[in-house]
């Protein structure tokens, strides 16, 4: 990771989470992070943190909220104003509501697709923009996918989320396509991770909590951290080496 001390990396959905985890990293091992969210109160605290920890790094916090375009190119006008702009992006932030194919609301479905797909898609574009307007040739985008990008659960809760996570796996592959057709040496990687132990299933079981808790009974779920830890070895990389796709789990339990 030295290569990478002192540059910027963006990371969205920073507050909570695999966010937050792989914001504080980053910050660790001597990044600028400049992490976003609607609620920027939580990554100021994480950002005291890491100054208190003497991380190497520093942790920029900045309100945006990724369902609207206007506020990504905002945020992403203000990173090349202050940081020049960005070596790496990744693509964290996404949710999921109950909403299902049969009778889901369209708001929720909506919702999904502007942050799950849309909001990545900007900011992958304008993150390259960036790179090669200032000739950076070694960028890195990671998009946090999820197994669900993979196979389709027989949870119908999760249908339409999966749907959107299945454009994650495309979109990268197109990605990866398109920087290699323009001779870039910029890098294109999914980490696709099984259930973590975060707030994703209290948020999507926000109105029954014996399925949020049970939801995590049959395996002993993925920690943040071990998704961060997917993050810096992607990043660790020699320059020859393109990682496609980190699938990881956690194990049955006893």
């Known amino acids: 990771m030295e290569r990478w001390r002192g540059r910027v990396a963006l990371v969205t959905g920073a507050s909570a989470g695999i966010g937050a985890a792989v914001a504080v990293e980053l910050?660790?091992?001597?990044?600028k992070v400049v992490g976003c969210a609607r609620d920027v109160g939580k990554i100021q605290k994480l950002a005291a943190e890491c100054q208190s920890a003497g991380h190497p790094g520093v942790l920029v916090p900045f309100k945006c909220d990724l369902s609207k375009e206007e506020e990504i190119l905002?945020?992403?006008a203000a990173i090349k104003e202050q940081h020049k702009g960005v070596d790496v992006c990744i693509n964290n932030a996404g949710l999921a509501h109950a909403d299902l194919l049969l009778s889901g609301k369209t708001s929720g479905w909506k919702n999904m697709m502007d942050v799950n797909v849309l909001?990545?898609?900007i900011c992958t574009r304008e993150a390259y923009q960036s790179m090669k307007e200032r000739n950076v040739d070694d960028g890195h985008i990671i998009n946090i996918n999820s197994m669900c990008g993979h196979r389709v659960f027989p949870k119908a809760v999760l249908h339409f989320y999966t749907a959107t996570k299945y454009a994650v796996t495309a979109l990268t592959e197109g990605l990866r396509q398109e920087l290699r057709a323009e001779n870039s040496h910029i890098r294109a990687?999914?980490?696709s991770p099984g259930l973590v132990e975060t707030e994703f299933a209290l948020r999507l079981y926000s109105n029954s909590p014996d399925k949020a808790s049970a939801a995590y009974s049959a395996y002993k779920p993925l920690e943040a951290i071990d998704v961060a830890n997917a993050v810096t070895y992607v990043l660790s990389a020699p320059p020859h080496v393109q990682?496609?796709?980190v699938q990881m789990q956690g194990t049955e339990q006893a």
């Open 27 to 31: 910050v660790r091992l001597g990044m």
């Open 74 to 76: 905002s945020m992403f």
């Open 119 to 121: 909001a990545l898609s």
């Open 189 to 191: 990687t999914c980490i």
């Open 243 to 245: 990682i496609g796709d």
